[in-house]
């Protein structure tokens, strides 16, 4: 039977965790109307990851603009170039490196030329990822892994490389680019969504046993949950056939999705919606009843078609 002193504790819990939800409930409104200020990254070396893509391109340009050195990495050496390029015509201090992030042998390599030729990155950008849009049975097995390997696997080698230092240092920010598709799932995209989730609940979990750390470092941890953007990774492999007037407009420009991404990792926000109107979805999805909730996603999904199949 509990003590009367157990009792206290809980009831002290309960009032200290009640008036600190007051507080953040204040805290959110206030910060919603007065937004917390951006920070210069003038001083911070970004590695991006999938550089060249769609989403990693714009999020290049933005934090080169806002003072960073940019250190641009993906598979694909041609729109790798491109982007350095066009940082460099912007002033801004950039590098280029080709390498497949499924690829532990290069990352290590590649890593270490960073540090060497760069310095220590401080700001990690984990965005390159690629979709598979098959019936799950018409996928075969390297597929699947594939997907994992880039959108998931990866992170973990990329981390184990640029973490350490930050740790050392006590300061630096790890970005995710992940998906509403790590919150919410559609068809044909099996491997993807589950990447997604995977992603959501790793950096959760990774910021939650940071902030547990004895030698407290100061790490921002951001997560980003992107809808439909324009970029190649849609554009390439499947086709959203609209259902109703509004799904016209569902394809988002890259740059607005740059600009809301940067804005947010130099507000050191946790998580990122872009749009961030999606964020309603999520309370919407925890109060609906089920039946309710799939009906909605039947509204409000347009009819995806795969290009291929294998
Ligand atoms: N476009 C969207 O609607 C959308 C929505 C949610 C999340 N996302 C996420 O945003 C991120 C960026 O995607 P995007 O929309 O810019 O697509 P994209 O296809 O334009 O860019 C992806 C980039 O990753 C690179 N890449 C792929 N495999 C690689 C490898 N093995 N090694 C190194 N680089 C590799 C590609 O060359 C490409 O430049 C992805 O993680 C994606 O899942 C995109």
Redesign the pocket.
């Known amino acids: 039977m509990a003590s009367i002193g157990d009792i206290l504790l809980m009831i002290g819990d309960l009032l200290y965790w009640l008036a600190y939800t007051f507080y953040a409930y204040l805290d959110s409104l206030y910060r919603l109307i007065v937004p917390p200020a951006l920070k210069s990254l003038h001083g911070d070396i970004a590695l991006v990851?999938?550089?060249?893509?769609?989403?990693?391109s714009q999020i290049c340009l933005q934090l080169g603009k806002a003072g960073a050195t940019v250190v641009c990495?993906?598979?694909?050496k041609a729109?790798n170039d491109k982007i350095v390029k066009q940082l460099k015509a912007n002033g801004v201090k950039a590098f280029g490196y080709q390498?497949?992030?499924?690829s532990r042998q290069q990352v290590a390599d590649i890593s270490a030329q960073v540090k060497s030729q760069v310095g220590d990155v401080s700001l990690l950008v984990n965005?390159?990822?690629?979709?598979g849009y098959y019936q799950f049975l018409q996928m075969s097995q390297e597929e699947y892994d594939r997907v994992m390997d880039?959108?998931l696997n990866c992170h973990m080698y990329i981390m184990r490389e640029f973490l350490p230092k930050m740790l050392e240092k006590k300061s630096g920010h790890i970005v995710a680019?992940?998906?509403?598709?790590g919150h919410e799932v559609f068809p044909y995209s099996l491997p993807y969504i589950a990447s997604?989730f995977a992603v959501n609940g790793y950096m959760r979990a990774l910021r939650r046993e940071v902030s547990q750390y004895p030698s407290k470092p100061d790490i921002k941890f951001t997560s980003i949950y992107?809808?439909?953007?324009n970029?190649?990774?849609?554009t390439n492999m499947v086709k959203l056939i609209p259902k109703r007037p509004w799904h016209e407009g569902i394809m988002l420009d890259?740059a607005y999705a740059g600009k809301v991404i940067a804005d947010g990792i130099r507000r050191n926000q946790e998580d990122i919606f872009v749009p961030p109107s999606c964020r309603a979805l999520l309370w919407l999805r925890m109060y609906l009843p089920t039946k309710a909730w799939w009906k909605l996603m039947d509204i409000l999904e347009p009819e995806i078609v795969p290009l291929k199949k294998d």
């Open positions: 990851t999938g550089a060249g893509g769609g989403i990693g990495w993906d598979n694909d729109s390498v497949d992030v499924t965005n390159a990822g690629v979709a880039i959108n680019t992940c998906s509403m598709a997604k992107p809808i439909t953007i970029t190649g990774i849609i890259p």
